[in-house]
């Protein structure tokens, strides 16, 4: 009996060490997420006129009031906005994308594969080319996105499986492509330069206002889905084993999708579609913390901060003087990502 009892407190010496492991994996991801944020304000995209050192732009950020008008502009006007609208645009991703995975049990599930980022593409540009406002623009995005989103929980319900209803928002991600085509084709040029900003994904375009309305979006979700992990945790294992354990499975999905729709729909109708985001997060904490869900998800939010702030930093640095689509950089860096992830699983025995 003694034996039992000295080989249950090492099972759990053993769980305690790995949970402060993964504690101390969450507090190095947020310092890192500061560190790409700092280096993405310290990179230059402007033309040289308005480059500035790192001891004027470092000056700025802990001393505003004491800076110089034409620094404190393009620092804390300019600059801070777009690098702190990566690390939630990337948070919301991530997290959207976790919980994608998670409830439709499927890991190719992402706000980007399921169309969401595609149909609020589209529903901008019929705004542009109805010459609706900025306001009205960034409205049909977001209704669109929505649209996607009820369009999934209501396939779900119909008991549809998992692959069909990835294979179901791929097929509405090619359509709200061709659709927005159709939009381009019959556009105007200045009609189409606006539009390509929605197709390749950018956060040139963000301000305080943007930047304020998706962090307290982000702020008032996210807490909200992390509170139930153990229900999801319950739910990898599937959702009769779930609700065999009291979890109201149908409750905890239609929740769960209100949530990352809003998070979602929110993060794209300011940027654009940005993709491999939300696909690659959750698969980078997956790899580092496994399915516990009350380490998984902020683990997936946080990487998804830091893919989308070092992908800000990646389109400044390309070409002096101009930035990339972030939606493309993204796509470049996901490439590679992902052949290593299929041949690393070719190796351990096959992709499952």
């Excluded at 732009?57 to 804390?76: D, F, N």
């Excluded at 190719?108 to 010459?131: D, E, K, N, W």
């Excluded at 623009?137 to 209501?154: E, H, Q």
């Excluded at 769960?256 to 998070?263: E, N």
Aim: proline share 3%; with cysteine.
């Amino acid at each position: 009996m003694e034996r039992g009892a000295g080989q249950g407190r090492g099972i759990h010496a053993v769980y305690q060490r790995q949970n402060r492991r993964k504690w101390a994996l969450i507090a190095a991801l947020a310092v890192l997420c500061a560190l790409t944020c700092v280096t993405d304000v310290l990179t230059a995209a402007a033309s040289p006129a308005y480059r500035l050192t790192a001891g004027e732009v470092l000056a700025c950020l802990l001393h505003p009031a004491q800076a110089a008008s034409g620094t404190y502009v393009i620092v804390i006007r300019m600059r801070l906005p777009i690098a702190l609208m990566a690390l939630v645009i990337g948070f919301s991703l991530g997290t959207s994308g976790a919980v994608m995975q998670t409830i439709l049990h499927n890991p190719l599930a992402s706000p980007y594969t399921l169309g969401v980022g595609t149909a609020a593409g589209f529903g901008a540009s019929l705004a542009i080319v109805l010459g609706l406002g900025a306001v009205a623009t960034s409205g049909l995005a977001f209704l669109f996105a929505m649209l996607i989103c009820v369009m999934i929980y209501l396939m779900g319900r119909r008991h549809v499986n998992s692959g069909s209803l990835v294979l179901s928002g791929i097929a509405c991600l090619f359509l709200f492509q061709a659709m927005q085509a159709l939009l381009q084709y019959g556009a105007s040029e200045d009609q189409n330069q606006s539009i390509v900003f929605w197709s390749f994904g950018s956060l040139q375009r963000t301000d305080w206002y943007k930047l304020g309305l998706t962090a307290t979006v982000a702020g008032v979700t996210a807490p909200l889905i992390f509170g139930d992990a153990w229900k999801y945790t319950a739910l990898t294992m599937g959702d009769a084993r779930a609700e065999s354990l009291g979890v109201n499975v149908s409750r905890l999905k239609l929740k769960a999708f209100f949530l990352i729709s809003l998070m979602a729909a929110v993060s794209v109708c300011f940027t654009g579609s940005i993709g491999f985001i939300g696909l690659a997060g959750p698969h980078i904490a997956r790899m580092l913390v496994g399915e516990d869900q009350r380490f998984y998800m902020p683990v997936s939010a946080l990487c998804g901060a830091v893919l989308l702030s070092a992908a800000s930093v990646i389109s400044k640095i390309l070409q002096p003087g101009a930035v990339f689509p972030i939606g493309i950089v993204t796509s470049l860096i996901g490439v590679p990502f992902f052949f290593s992830l299929v041949f690393r699983k070719n190796r351990g025995g096959g992709v499952r």
